[in-house]
């Protein structure tokens, strides 16, 4: 297998940045249009958002449709499906467009609080705030590794007052999605195991990239929110 020249990772980054931007396109869309909206079941909410991809990018999305959880089955392990859920007035809900965009080895999802509890809103705000300043100390130390920057992650969920949910908090560019990290290769995925740098030409000889995953639990109420984005790219 060839090694990548440097017009091939620079096209490889541009087809990265194009499926986030694809997808923020998208979930505004669907919170604009009110595609998750109470009284909506959890795949009929899916199936609409994976409609309006279609609609906006054509055949650059997969025919797959957007993860939506609700309620309880935020804080489920990612691969498990859980039986289809009505969405409530005051639910936590989940929209992840990691299956729509499985032609650019990325993933994305956003977290949406339903109604006026002002914990599930302070979750939602935390959960960006908490992503910002995790890329801050990716781009703060060059040598920082994985469980380094996973350590980051569970000390600032902390700090917040929510627990972290997972065994990992996010994974190389191009890696299936695990629930869990220990039966996986730790160096992939941004666990407490891996003690490798994250800047590093993998085994094909492409630059790492990083999808960052901050999952925050509400332990009290049983539920929570995922934002999930590019880590070293904006």
Same mark, same amino acid.
């Given at each position: 297998m060839a090694v990548p020249d440097r017009m091939d990772e620079c096209l490889r980054v541009l087809g990265l940045v194009e499926a986030q931007r694809m997808a923020r396109s998208v979930f505004a869309g669907a919170?604009?249009?009110?595609?998750? !909206?109470?009284? #909506?079941?959890e795949r009929e909410a899916g199936h609409r958002i994976g409609d309006l991809a279609r609609r906006m990018f054509? !055949?650059?999305? #997969?025919r797959s449709a957007g993860i939506v959880r609700s309620g309880p089955h935020t804080i489920l392990p990612r691969g498990q499906e859980p039986p289809d859920r009505v969405i409530r007035e005051d639910d936590m809900v989940v929209t992840g467009l990691g299956p729509l965009l499985t032609g650019y080895a990325s993933d994305f999802a956003r977290t949406l609080a339903l109604g006026d509890?002002?914990?599930?809103?302070?979750l939602v705000e935390d959960l960006a705030t908490v992503f910002a300043a995790v890329r801050t100390a990716f781009h703060a130390d060059s040598a920082i590794t994985g469980g380094q920057l996973y350590a980051e992650v569970q000390a600032l969920a902390g700090k917040a007052g929510w627990a972290l949910g997972g065994e990992h908090a996010g994974r190389l560019v191009g890696t299936a999605p695990t629930a869990d990290a220990r039966h996986a290769d730790p160096a992939s995925f941004l666990c407490p195991d891996n003690d490798?740098?994250?800047r590093r030409t993998t085994e094909g000889g492409w630059r790492a990239h990083w999808i960052l995953e901050i999952r925050l639990v509400d332990e009290d109420l049983g539920r929570g929110g995922w934002f999930v984005d590019l880590l070293d790219l904006a």
């Open positions: 919170t604009a249009r009110g595609l998750i !909206t109470p009284g #909506s079941g054509g !055949t650059a999305v #997969s509890d002002p914990g599930g809103h302070r490798e740098p994250l």
